[in-house]
Nanobody, 122 residues
Framework: QTQLMESGGGLVQAGDSLRLSCAAS????????MNWYRQAPGKDRELVAR???????YIPDSVKGRFTISPGDERYTNTLQIHSLTPEDTAVYYC????????????????WGHGTQVTVSL
């Protein structure tokens, strides 16, 4: 079984930067790429970053220029760096792992972490 653990959330002030980390453990053989999503109160879950096993990254236009994702020191870990935080960035941030679904294996995917709260105050 695959587990994801997020860390690094907390209460910050507008304009600050924050670093969130995600580490996968357990059966990691199925992981093809990892994502960060966020969900603010009353809003849908939103993709904010993606990194593939080969290190290819994707940042949606909504957060491009402020969010970056990079691989961690260990395989299947990554770091989400957020700059120039605003109160609109307040949300629970979730790490997610996806697999190559066309292969027909890894039926327990997608896998989600429990999330880490980020609160940005003025």
């Amino acid at each position: 079984q695959t587990q994801l653990m997020e860390s690094g959330g907390g209460l910050v002030q507008a304009g600050d930067s924050l670093r969130l980390s995600c580490a996968a453990s357990g059966d990691i053989s199925c992981i093809s790429w990892m994502n960060w999503y966020r969900q603010a109160p009353g809003k849908d879950r939103e993709l904010v970053a993606r990194i593939t096993n080969s290190g290819i990254t994707y940042i949606p236009d909504s957060v491009k220029g402020r969010f970056t994702i990079s691989p961690g020191d260990e395989r299947y870990t990554n770091t989400l760096q957020i700059h120039s935080l605003t109160p609109e960035d307040t949300a629970v941030y979730y790490c997610n792992a996806e697999t190559d679904y066309s292969a027909g294996f890894c039926l327990t995917f997608p896998v989600w972490g429990h999330g880490t709260q980020v609160t940005v105050s003025l």
